[in-house]
Nanobody
Framework: QVQLVESGGGLVQAGGSLTLSCVAS????????MGWFRQAPGKEREFVAF????????YYADSVKGRFTISRDNAKNTVYLQTSSLKPEDTAVYYC?????????????????????WGQGTQVTVSS
């Protein structure tokens, strides 16, 4: 099993930035890639970003492209989500997720069912 713990959420004004962290523990060698999702009140959980653990290749949802950056530190088993130019509509609980599946080039998991492990989430609130 793999355990994922997110941190770094908080309250920020529109236009501001936050860096979220997700630390993985346990059978981390089984992880092929890590993703970030978010869920706003009354809405479905949606894909935000993904990074392949071995190559560092990344993929983003259109809504965050150019504003968010996903990165990883293999030595620390940690994945980060740097957010900037935050908008009120970015307000949500942000979850990190781990996938055991290796995807070929230009293929990235964006669906909930493509992930095997989930963290408990961290709240990000953007005030206008």
């Amino acid at each position: 099993q793999v355990q994922l713990v997110e941190s770094g959420g908080g309250l920020v004004q529109a236009g501001g930035s936050l860096t979220l962290s997700c630390v993985a523990s346990g059978r981390t060698f089984s992880i092929a890639g890590m993703g970030w999702f978010r869920q706003a009140p009354g809405k479905e959980r949606e894909f935000v970003a993904f990074i392949k653990w071995s190559t560092g290749s990344t993929y983003y949802a259109d809504s965050v492209k150019g504003r968010f950056t996903i990165s990883r530190d293999n030595a620390k088993n940690t994945v980060y989500l740097q957010t900037s130019s935050l908008k009120p509509e970015d307000t949500a609980v942000y979850y990190c997720a781990g996938s055991q599946t290796y995807y070929s080039r230009n293929n990235y998991p964006t669906g909930l069912r493509e992930y095997d492990y989930w963290g408990q989430g961290t709240q990000v609130t953007v005030s206008s």
